[in-house]
């Protein structure tokens, strides 16, 4: 079962903790990062990874970040 982990980042205060979750895959680590956000109040962003790779990022809507992420499409030739 792979480690995932969150960095949590507050407002002024970069990297203010470090979360560790066991998940079975991406999906299930993503359930675990919203109840993180659930339980964090003022948190600034919320990354999740695997091991180095990095899987997704949270930011709170109450400071303004959009709630859903932009729709940018691939144009590339």
Request: charged share 25%; aromatic share 10%; hydrophobic share 50%.
């Amino acid at each position: 079962m792979p480690d995932y982990y969150f960095i949590i980042h507050m407002p002024g205060a970069p990297c203010r903790d470090i979360v560790g979750v066991r998940a079975a895959d991406d999906a299930q680590a993503r359930v675990e990062a919203d109840r993180v956000a659930a339980r964090w109040p003022g948190f600034e962003t919320i990354a999740l990874y695997d091991g180095e790779r990095p899987v997704a990022v949270l930011a709170n809507p109450q400071l303004g970040f959009a709630a859903e992420p932009l729709d940018l499409r691939d144009l590339a030739a």
